[in-house]
Every structure is written in C-alpha cells, then in structure tokens.
C-alpha cells in the first residue's frame, strides 16, 4: 500500500536548536499512525511541521508529500483546503465564540459541511450550539476540536494529544470516537497514554534526540516490554490510564 | 520583540584576509577620528556644496555640534532599542527634560551654569528611573504605547506652559547672564562643538563598556528571548530598568549640551516625532553596532539640515511641480529613505558596510 | 446644569473623534498585531479628500447632498489608502512586528510632509453646511451641531462594525484571529485577507474622523491626524487591543475626563490625568479593561 503522507529526512532548527535531525517515516493510507517519544521530543512540532506551521525564524528542511504532493513551502490554509485536518494540543477551540460559531468558521469554501456527522458523533455540540466555547468542559472543548476537522472530508487528519488533562471517563470517550473516525480517514496521532495508543493504533513511529528511533507494527511495540520501556521510558513520563 | 534583525557579525573569522597595510592602525582608528574631529575647527577648508561656509565659521560649527549631539543621542538610544530590544517612543522626554530642566534653573531659578546642569542630569535620570519602572512592567507593543503617553505629557505641560515655567509655544531662550563667556556668542560656537564631541565620545565609550560588560551580555539576552535570561535566575525586569536608566540619563546630558548650543529650548523638542526621527536613525545606522547608529544620526541631522537648503535650491525648483514638492520636504525624502532601508537593508548602513566587504572579498578572490 | 451637560456632549463628540480612530487601530492590532503609527496619515487622507472633493468633484460640495457626496469621497479615499498600505507594505513583512511598525513609522514621517508639500503647513479653512456651524438647545446647553454630528456617525459606526463583527463570515474571521490567528489559518482560512479588511475597515472609520473633525475644528492641517493619534493609542490600550467595545468605553471614559477636567481644572491638566488613568489602568489590568493581554 502506498504510504497517505511520507516525510523524508524532516530537520527543524527552531531558535538555534536542531529540534528534528533528519527524521523519515510513512503514515499509512488506512488506520492510525501514532507517533511516540518522551517529552520535548519534537512530536508536536513534526505535525507542526508537516502543517507549515514552524514559527518564523525556524528552518524546515526535508521533503513532505501527500499522494505526491509536495507540501513544504505551501501556505497552511491551502493544506488544510485540501484535506489536511488539524486538531491541535490544548484543543484551541475560540473560547469568545460559540459552539455553533466555532463550527461555522470551519466550514471549508465550496465544501459542503456535513453537520450530520459532527452531530451525529457529538449531539452534545447541537445542544450546547449558543454556549461561548470557553465555558465548555475540557471534554467537551476536545469535541469540538475534533468536530471541527469532520464538518469536511479530509485526507488525513492530525491529531495532538486529545487526551491530554481529561478526565478518565472522558478519556474513554474521545478513544471510542477517533475509533470510529479512523475507519473512514488515516489519522497521525500523538498520544502519550499508552492504554488509547494500544486500543487505537495500528502503526507506530518512536521519536527519540530527534530522529526516528523505531517505527513498526505498533501491537509488537506494545507487545514487547523491554521494547516499550528502552523507547518511551514507560512509568516515568508516560502515563497508562484505562480506556 | 526579540526577532529584531541584527546586523550579521563582520565575517573576518570566516575568511583571514591578507593582513593589510593599515590594519595595524585599526584599533587606533576611533581615536584618529576623534583627535581629527577635535583639530577640524582650525580648518579653513572649503567644501562648496557640503558646507556653506569654510569649515571653522560658526554656520558650519553650529551644524556638526548638532549632528554629533545626535549622533550621540542615536547611540545612546540604540542602548534600549538596539541592544536590549526595548521599542521606547518616549525618549523625547528625557532629552527634554535636559534641555528645559537647565534652561529653567539657570533663566528661571538664576542657578549658575553647573548646578542647573547637574540637577538637569540627575533630575532627567531619576524621571527615566521612575516612568520606567512603571512602563517596564508592560512589554512589547504596550511598552511602546505607554511611553508615548507619558512622553505626550511632557509635550503638554511645555506647551500648555504650566506655572509660566517653560514659555509655551514661544519657547524659553537662555538666559546668558547665568552661563560662563565662553559658551556665549557666535565666537565661542568651537567650544560647544568641542563640548559637543565630548560628549560623544562619552556616550560612545559608555554604550561600548556597558554592552561589553557581563550587564551587556545580559541585555543581548533579553533582546534575544527574555524568558531564557528570567530561567537563569536574573530578574530581567531590573536590567531593563538600569539600561532605561542610564540611556535617559544620557539624552538628559545631551539635553544640557543642546540647550547651550541652541541657546534655550523650544517645544518641538518634547514632541514624539523627535523620538520617532531617533528610531529612524538607529534604523538607518544600524542598530546594535558600535557606530552605526552614530554615523545614522549624525547623517540624519546634517540630510535633515541640507535638503531644506536643497529643496529651496534651483536645481530643485526647476523640476516639476509633481517632484519639487516633495523633494523640499526632508522628512519626506528622509522617511522614504527610511522605509525602503527597512525593506532592503535590515542592518542599516553598519550592515551595509559588512556587505561591500563581503563583496569585495568575493571580486578580490577572483 | 447647562455646564454640565455640555461638557458632557462636547465630551462625548471628542469620545467620538477618538473612538472613529481608535477602533480600527485596536482592530488592527488585535489581528495582525501591527502597531499602526500610519494611521493618522488615513485620517488626513479623510479630511483632505473631503475637503478637496468639496471643491473639485462634480457634483460635491460644502451643502446638502453634495457635502454627503464629499464626505464620502474621503471616506473611500482613506480605506483605498489603507487597504494599499496593507498589501504594498505590511504583507511583504508578514509576522514581523518590529519592521512594520517601522514601516509604518516612516510612512507617517513622509505621509504628513508630503500633504505639506502638496497643500501647505498651514490651516486650510474646512467646508461645511451652514446646519452645523449652529448650536442645538439640550437641556439649556448649546451644544456644537458638529460635535452631535460625531456622536451620531460615531455610534452609528460602533453598531456597523460590531454588526459586521457578528453577523458576517468575515466578521466571524475577524473574532477568531483577534484570539488566535494561527489556528484560523489551521482551519483552512486565508487570514491575510481578512488582514486588508480590517485595515481598509479602520481607514475608512479614520477618514471619517478626518472628514468630520475638519467640520468640529473648522479648518484641516497635515499635523492633525498625529496628534489625534496619540489619544487614541491611549483610548487603545485602555479599553483592550482588539476589542472594539472596549475602545467604545474607553473613548468615552478619556474624551469625558478629559473635557471635566481641562475646564474645572487648568487647561492641559486633563490631558495629564488621561495619561495618569493609562498608567493605573496598565498597573492594575495589564490586559485593558476588555480584550486580549496588552503585552505583546
């Protein structure tokens, strides 16, 4: 199968430090690609990378195509218009805008939005539609992240710690609808609990002093201990919480 | 505020060119300038075109001392913007406050020359020391905002005349009954051209040892990323208000020097568009070089000064109306200038210089 | 009585000036984060082309439908202004904060020298319809037609934009980026484009305070519009960059101390106590009274 998204040999200098040396991997066409590593490790600023999203004064080098698309040097909102959906860390929902504002500004032009998937998923988001995004729960602020990127039909979504600081019940929860969402749409996920890395993922990428230190089936990664804990130093920075 | 564009470090290292005739005279090179500006005044030289007169008339003298006070003020204005990253639209007022604080204690309170000048001084200091440590606890484009505001009120209290102190929109002319003979009369303009060029060379070697000092290195810090000097353990707030400090303290000195060289004080100098010709200067100079913000302001006076001449010239008005227009307006001219230098010369005319030498190596290689 | 409520409505149409000013400026730097010193050159764009439409275009003049007529003519000169301003100069340095408010810096230096290369340094004397050179009888007071005049096309203007804020796609863009432009971009959406709006929305609010204060103050000079400036970077910072209600507040708290104090205090003293309410504002809400944080 050829690979939905391929990176090859991704550096990011930001503010004089080489954050990302020269890090290849392939996010494949169906299912979820997580991308592992420690803290500070360069994940986020991968996707942020792969959006066009490093901060000015940052030097990106290496070569990013999705189905034979070059995608360095393209301004983000022409990604994101053509089908790469973005739900970031800390969710960064309009906390002064509502709900329903929230949704309206995703709406992509010529792209019909598809409401009923996003209520259908999240009736919660029709019933809260006037509330200000700022007084929605964490959980519920992460819904709408997501909704947001399924109002279209992406490519390829990217998706940043959506379980960062929520609650256990609801951590649950947001692993049963990227479930459901990775059966339409290839998704990279970062994600540092491993109990919704092992229920979700089908390949892994382990980042490590910014290179790539391990990709693979990500059942044997998890399968092997040892493996799992030389890589991701299990028990000191990640967390393992039931979903 | 920290992604201001430095002008790249002279590339010497990079390539060792052949050790060139004079370069065992460089570091000797300032105090050549200095010892040359110092014996100019007994020049008769003319320089049609460049000056009106011969070099040691008073005209002449009088438009040096005025550059070289800006000069000084630009680098000593570099000191915040340049060097610690601060965008201050407010130094007008401390220059002000040199310039009215002696012109009022010597007319107004009959205070001999050197007293008014040093309660001018430390008066100039300790309002920098106070309004700074309220606008510093803003950053960024608020600081920029905040000392503007209180730069405004100097404006208006100068020209609203309060307690009948200032002399309003009119201005206050020096009362020379207070000030020793030989700063009085158009004879004596060589020795304000001499203060003047002290003075310069004050402020020179002070920004240069500050910015050398471990304080110096502290200030490129904050202008670099304030947050990696906060996790060192310093408190950058109080860097910050020592280089606002002593970089009012500096204008208030030229304040004294103008004051005298002017002959009293008039209230367009309170006004922001003083401290926004500053900006432009440092800019044009290029900021956070040891002369570029020097030379920036001196060429700024001395343009600002000639092209009103020029823009009166002949040569001028026998141009069309379209182009006569502007071209007799220096701060048009001097303003365009300015922004296209933003656009294509980011180092300002200190970076330009590293240029040429980086394209002469480059031909001389060949 | 009549003292009282005239100062409160000469108060009120000088809130106006400010506040025609200031919304765009906070506007502005809500979403690009440009710092605008440009932005009095609009305003003098406003006044200078009502004035010169006033004369010249067929049609305008200093009555009726005509002066409307001029008006508007300045008020389209200063947002066509603007939105070039914004393409030709701020875009090329995207997201560099520091240059722009350079660029802008100078644009305004050689803005103003070149109106006083074109129409002189001195006053020229404004058109306006006779209606508003008289006074209305409020409450005893009476009150500058001119000055109601403002207060009128000030609000006016305050419900046009926040209807646009709220009711419209690009308003919806506007809202969003003030908070966080980045992920506007996330979402597909070309924020420089709404970057131009905004800019041409304050020009054209600037020009009309171009065009109607030269009506307030019988006359328009090149050096207007700085001076305005620098209140209204006040009125700015207090009521909260980004915020347009909180430059609506703001301007009203600023023009109404302001005119208090000058008349029952020294005049000059209520400039000074407008700066005081800055700096306790700053010391007590960093983040102005509503709006995003004000350290940048």
Redesign the interface.
């Known amino acids: 199968m050829t690979a939905v998204l391929t990176v090859r040999d991704l550096s990011v200098r930001i503010?004089g430090l080489h954050i990302l040396q020269g890090v290849s991997f392939d996010v494949a066409p169906t299912g979820v690609t997580v991308l592992l590593g420690r803290n500070g490790v360069g994940k986020t600023t991968t996707l942020r990378a792969i959006?066009g999203?490093t901060p000015?004064?940052g030097e990106v080098r290496g070569e990013i195509r999705m189905a034979e698309q070059r995608l360095t040097e393209r301004?983000?909102?022409r990604l994101?218009?053509d089908g790469l959906g973005?739900v970031?860390e800390d969710r960064?929902v309009?906390?002064?805008?509502t709900v329903a504002?929230n949704l309206?500004?995703?709406e992509?032009?010529g792209v019909k939005p598809a409401y009923d998937r996003v209520y259908e998923l999240f009736p919660e988001l029709l019933r809260r539609g006037r509330q200000r995004a700022g007084s929605l729960s964490g959980g519920q602020q992460q819904m709408l992240a997501i909704g947001?990127v399924l109002l279209?039909d992406n490519r390829l979504l990217l998706i940043d710690e959506p379980t960062k600081g929520l609650a256990p019940k609801v951590v649950t929860e947001v692993a049963e609808v990227l479930e459901r969402v990775a059966v339409t749409v290839p998704v990279l996920l970062v994600e540092q609990n491993l109990a919704v890395v092992r229920r979700l993922a089908s390949d892994a990428v382990v980042l490590a002093a910014g290179r790539v230190a391990w990709s693979g089936d990500a059942a044997r990664l998890l399968g092997e201990p040892e493996l799992t804990r030389s890589l991701l130093g299990v028990g000191s920075h990640t967390r393992e919480v039931s979903a | 505020m920290t992604d201001l564009d430095v002008a790249p470090a002279p590339a010497a290292t990079a390539a060792p060119a052949r050790p060139h005739r004079w370069a065992a005279l460089r570091p000797w090179t300032p105090l050549l300038a200095l010892a040359l500006a110092a014996v100019l005044p007994y020049s008769t030289l003319q320089l049609p075109g460049v000056f009106d007169g011969p070099v040691n008339s008073p005209g002449t003298l009088h438009l040096l001392a005025v550059c070289l006070i800006f000069g000084a003020l630009a680098a000593g204005y570099d000191l915040l913007f340049g060097r610690t990253g601060l965008l201050s639209f407010g130094h007008a007022l401390y220059f002000a406050a040199g310039v009215y604080g002696t012109d009022i204690l010597v007319t107004r309170a009959g205070l001999p020359l050197w007293q008014a000048a040093l309660l001018a001084l430390t008066g100039g200091a300790t309002l920098a020391a106070l309004l700074g440590a309220v606008a510093l606890r803003t950053a960024g484009i608020a600081f920029a905002m905040v000392t503007l505001a209180f730069a405004q009120v100097g404006a208006i209290l100068v020209a609203r005349d309060f307690g009948g102190l200032t002399g309003g929109e009119e201005g206050l002319p020096l009362d020379v009954a207070g000030v020793p003979a030989v700063f009085v009369g158009v004879t004596n303009t060589v020795n304000l051209y001499w203060l003047a060029l002290a003075y310069l060379a004050l402020v020179v070697f002070v920004v240069h040892r500050v910015s050398a000092s471990p304080t110096g290195r502290v200030l490129a810090g904050i202008r670099d990323d304030e947050r990696r000097i906060g996790v060192l353990g310093l408190d950058p707030y109080r860097f910050k208000l020592v280089a606002f400090t002593l970089s009012g303290a500096l204008a208030a000195g030229g304040g004294v020097i103008y004051c005298l060289l002017v002959g009293g004080a008039s209230p367009h100098i309170t006004s922001s568009e003083l401290t926004l010709s500053l900006l432009v200067m440092v800019v044009l100079g290029g900021p956070a070089t040891r002369w570029g913000p020097v030379i920036g302001g001196m060429l700024y006076m001395y343009l600002d000064h000639r092209l009103t001449a020029f823009g009166s010239s002949s040569t001028v008005d026998a141009l069309p109306s379209v182009l006569s227009g502007p071209l007799s307006q220096p701060l048009f001219v001097l303003g365009t200038v300015f922004i296209l230098a933003v656009y294509f010369f980011p180092g300002g005319l200190a970076g330009l210089t590293t240029r040429l030498a980086t394209l002469r190596r480059a031909l001389s290689r060949r | 009585m009549s003292t009282i409520v005239l100062l409160t409505l000469t108060g009120l149409g000088l809130a106006a000036l400010y506040f025609l000013v200031a919304s765009g400026l906070s506007l502005v730097f809500g979403l690009a984060d440009v710092l605008n010193f440009a932005h009095g050159l609009f305003l003098s764009v406003g006044a200078y082309g009502t004035w010169w439409a006033a004369q010249h275009l067929p049609g305008a003049g200093a009555t009726g439908f005509g002066f409307v007529l001029a008006v508007a003519f300045g008020v389209v000169a200063g947002a066509v202004v603007a939105a070039l301003v914004e393409l030709v100069m701020i875009r090329p340095l995207y997201s560099r904060t520091i240059e722009q408010v350079l660029v802008t810096v100078g644009l305004s230096l050689a803005g103003v020298a070149l109106l006083q290369a074109t129409w002189g340094a001195d006053p020229r004397p404004f058109p306006r319809p006779a209606w508003t050179q008289r006074v209305t009888d409020v409450l005893g007071a009476k009150v500058p037609n001119s000055g109601l005049l403002l207060i009128v096309a000030a609000a006016a203007v305050l419900a046009a934009i926040l209807l646009f804020l709220r009711y419209t796609r690009y308003g919806l863009v506007i809202r969003a980026g003030v908070e966080n432009r980045e992920m506007v971009t996330a979402l597909g959406i070309d924020v420089r484009k709404a970057f131009t709006l905004v800019f041409a929305i304050g020009g054209a609010a600037a020009a009309l305070a171009g065009a109607l204060g030269g009506v307030y103050f019988g006359s328009v000079s090149p050096g207007q519009g700085g001076s305005l400036l620098i209140f209204a970077f006040i009125v700015v910072v207090i009521g909260g960059m980004g915020s347009v209600v909180g430059s609506a507040y703001a301007a009203v708290a600023v023009g109404l101390l302001q005119q208090f104090v000058n008349y029952y205090g020294t005049s000059g003293a209520g400039d000074v106590c407008v700066v005081a309410l800055l700096a306790i504002v700053l010391l007590l809400r960093p983040q102005g009274i509503a709006g995003k944080a004000a350290t940048a």
């Not at chain 1, 309009?94 to 805008?97: E, Q, Y």
């Open positions: 503010a959006l999203l000015r004064g301004p983000t909102h994101v218009r973005y970031p960064c309009f906390a002064g805008l504002e309206r500004l995703a992509r032009r947001r279209s």
